[in-house]
């Protein structure tokens, strides 16, 4: 295999808890390997206070990640974690729930991401790129992460909600400020997400108004006429009847399509990009192909994850994972980012090989929480990533890659910009 590793110097295992400082942020690879080496699980504190058990081995996080004992249901937690803290009428979602109501709720959202629905969205997805490549390409430069990862997701996102042309720009600002809240302003984060909510709350009443061949009135079918189908809005085969969405589950589910389906994606755009900057022989093997081959968007998948950790989940009764005792109601984090080079698993995992065989990453999850949007996720790495390689032959880092800025989040793995020549 070919590639560039991480070299810098890992911290100490016993420091656990002062992990998370810019360097960190930076590359966290190193210090998730030390912990990885030092042991299976580990009892650390956040930078916000918390303390969590992380577990750090492949075979031990894809276990967890399909364990029913581990709850994603905050009344199931000892009430220790902080975390990201949601209204109740954006709570009531998929990554807040489990079986029967997740259950309930992925089987009223299947067809939304199925292979039909996301198939055509490739014209809509290649047009896209292609608009906004044309609107950087005179300059010679860009910013790629405001100027195309940031702005591709949004309008793919929207167009399958049926979002306004004239709300994308605010709502994209919200997530932003929900992702990285301004470190001067303590409340932006809060503002943001009430915001949001309350745009969610609006679009929702006028999509039942005027309804549309979108997934959020689809959604409303479901809500309102109780069909089991959100495909049922535009498929008048399907018949009304099952299970219904509350009002609040509504709002979440699409806050929940909205959020998750625009921030992964800017991330999976942007860092894919960049290691493949940094590495020049991968590079050329993606460039081989029309657009990058399924075994190469796997591989960014599994290199640098959008999400670090998975979501936090808390025992239903004391258990054991890697040999160590976690108590009941304890917040359990399982690090994919360790488990997608651990060597256990994977040769050579630190790096970049673009063809690389049996690519079980844990980056979309596993078992009955495996990302319902991953087909969409999918979709757009790679005509994203492809329509850029494409259209700048000669595209390089305008920067070192020290010099790049990172979102101050250990969560999540994502580029603040991307500064590039072409």
Not at 142 to 161: N, Q, W
Not at 230 to 245: I, K, Q
Request: charged share 25%; net charge negative; aromatic share 6%.
């Amino acid at each position: 295999m070919t590639g560039q590793p991480d070299t810098a110097a890992p911290p100490r295992p016993s420091n656990a808890g002062a992990l998370f400082d810019a360097a960190f942020i930076a590359n966290p690879y190193p210090g998730f390997a030390a912990l990885r080496e030092a042991g299976p699980v580990h009892q650390i504190t956040l930078p916000d206070g918390a303390k969590v058990w992380l577990v750090t081995r492949y075979a031990d996080v894809r276990a967890g990640l399909a364990d029913p004992r581990l709850s994603l249901n905050k009344a199931n937690g000892d009430g220790s974690w902080k975390g990201f803290s949601l209204p109740p009428a954006l709570d009531a979602n998929l990554l807040n729930m489990d079986p029967p109501d997740h259950t309930r709720i992925r089987r009223l959202v299947r067809h939304a991401f199925g292979p039909q629905r996301i198939s055509r969205l490739r014209p809509k997805v290649e047009a896209a790129a292609g608009d906004l490549l044309d609107r950087i390409a005179p300059a010679g430069k860009a910013d790629l992460i405001a100027e195309y990862a940031g702005p591709l997701p949004v309008t793919v996102i929207s167009d399958l909600l049926g979002v306004p042309e004239s709300d994308r720009t605010a709502m994209r600002g919200w997530t932003d400020v929900m992702i990285a809240p301004p470190a001067d302003d303590p409340r932006a984060g809060a503002r943001a997400i009430m915001e949001l909510q309350d745009f969610l709350v609006r679009l929702i009443a006028d999509k039942r108004r005027n309804p549309g061949d979108d997934l959020l009135t689809a959604m409303i079918a479901a809500r309102d006429d109780g069909s089991d189908d959100p495909g049922a809005a535009t498929d008048p085969g399907n018949r009304p009847g099952g299970d219904r969405l509350s009002e609040e589950e509504l709002t979440s589910l699409a806050f929940l399509v909205l959020f998750a389906g625009y921030e992964n994606s800017v991330h999976v755009i942007g860092t894919g990009l960049l290691a493949l900057l940094r590495n020049p022989e991968q590079l050329a093997t993606v460039r081989e192909g029309a657009e990058p081959s399924s075994a190469a968007i796997e591989e960014l998948l599994r290199y640098e994850p959008p999400g670090t950790v998975a979501l936090r989940r808390f025992p239903l009764t004391e258990l054991s994972i890697g040999g160590v005792t976690i108590p009941a109601g304890a917040t359990v984090l399982l690090c994919v980012a360790t488990a997608n080079r651990d060597p256990e698993r994977f040769a050579e995992p630190d790096l970049l090989d673009v063809r690389r065989p049996d690519n079980g990453h844990l980056t979309l999850g596993h078992g009955i929480h495996y990302c319902v949007g991953a087909p969409l996720a999918r979709l757009e790495a790679q005509i994203a990533i492809g329509a850029v390689l494409r259209r700048f032959p000669r595209l390089a880092l305008a920067v070192e890659p020290a010099e790049l800025s990172w979102r101050p989040s250990f969560r999540t793995r994502g580029l603040s910009s991307l500064p590039v020549t072409f």
